[in-house]
């Protein structure tokens, strides 16, 4: 017999259990809410939701639909990354007269890649508590699933909008041995996809991880001379956010990029800088102007 929906064993006893833990006043407690599928939250969550003086907020509207599914209304505040010095000093005096304030993203753990992290090193330096409450986060939830075999990651978040600012941060992490966690938007999938090819290469194994827990839920893995085609082969891969895992580097990587950098000092002392940085990419293989950017930068350090 497979179990179903009403089969699961009554939750009243944990649920007691939960509602006699202790809520310390005068607390700011950071909240995980879903990342798409509304069960993905948390009993202690919900409590907290249910007891708090009021709602800390990236967008009030997306966290009053939230609040309205689970049965709840609060009272709202907006705090989103235009405003979070000045809704931090409200939120302090509020702390201070005693009050509990949860804190929330539209999405996922505050504070990570979203709004939330001036105001809680602004509760923190005014000497008040800060509570979290762990649950749905993109970045584990992907990970999880990539079988992608590496103790370490590193979290990358967004990558910038502009082709050379994004090249740059790409080749700074050409030699880091963690896995590459990144978030992207979906209307710069593919130029993100593109300039992921072209800085680490054809081989290296890329994993999508496309709205997760909702219903048009994707994950794919190939190697990133694939990823281009894969985006391109569905228009509906230009929509909905985005996790993508990066392999890391192999384990001679930290090497072959201090062999680059010995090889491009030796160059710029003898010869003129752009044609230090041609003939090192002749050496090493490596691309021509990510080395010319190197090289600037080693002038500008000399």
């Not at 005068?26 to 708090?52: C, E, F, H, K, Q």
């Not at 709202?76 to 809704?87: G, Q, S």
């Not at 999880?144 to 990358?156: E, I, M, P, Q, T």
């Amino acid at each position: 017999m497979t179990s179903s929906a009403f089969d699961l064993p009554p939750l009243s006893p944990v649920l007691q259990e939960v509602a006699q833990q202790a809520y310390p006043l005068s607390t700011l407690y950071v909240v995980a809410t879903p990342i798409g599928n509304v069960g993905d939250i948390t009993l202690r969550a919900v409590n907290v939701l249910a007891m708090a003086d009021a709602v800390a907020c990236e967008d009030t509207r997306n966290t009053a639909h939230l609040l309205t599914r689970y049965g709840l209304s609060k009272e709202l505040i907006a705090a989103h990354e235009h405003n979070e010095r000045e809704a931090a000093d409200k939120l302090i005096a509020r702390l201070q007269a005693g009050q509990r304030i949860a804190l929330v993203s539209d999405a996922g753990t505050p504070a990570v890649s979203d709004p939330g992290a001036r105001i809680v090193d602004a509760v923190r330096a005014a000497g008040l508590r800060v509570m979290p409450l762990p649950g749905a986060s993109a970045a584990v939830s992907a990970l999880s699933a990539s079988g992608l075999v590496n103790d370490r990651f590193y979290f990358a978040g967004f990558l910038p909008t502009k082709g050379k600012q994004r090249e740059g941060v790409l080749q700074d992490l050409l030699a880091v041995r963690a896995t590459l966690v990144f978030y992207e938007a979906p209307h710069r999938i593919v130029d993100a996809v593109a300039a992921l090819a072209a800085v680490f290469g054809p081989t290296r194994q890329i994993v999508f991880a496309r709205e997760l827990t909702k219903l048009f839920e994707e994950l794919h893995r190939c190697p990133l001379s694939e990823a281009s085609a894969w985006v391109a082969a569905d228009p509906n891969r230009e929509k909905g956010e985005y996790v993508i895992l990066v392999e890391g580097a192999a384990a001679d990587a930290n090497n072959d990029d201090a062999d680059t950098e010995r090889i491009l000092g030796i160059l710029l002392a003898e010869l003129p800088l752009k044609q230090a940085a041609a003939l090192a990419a002749q050496i090493t293989g490596r691309k021509k102007n990510a080395l010319y950017e190197r090289a600037l930068q080693l002038k500008g350090e000399a």
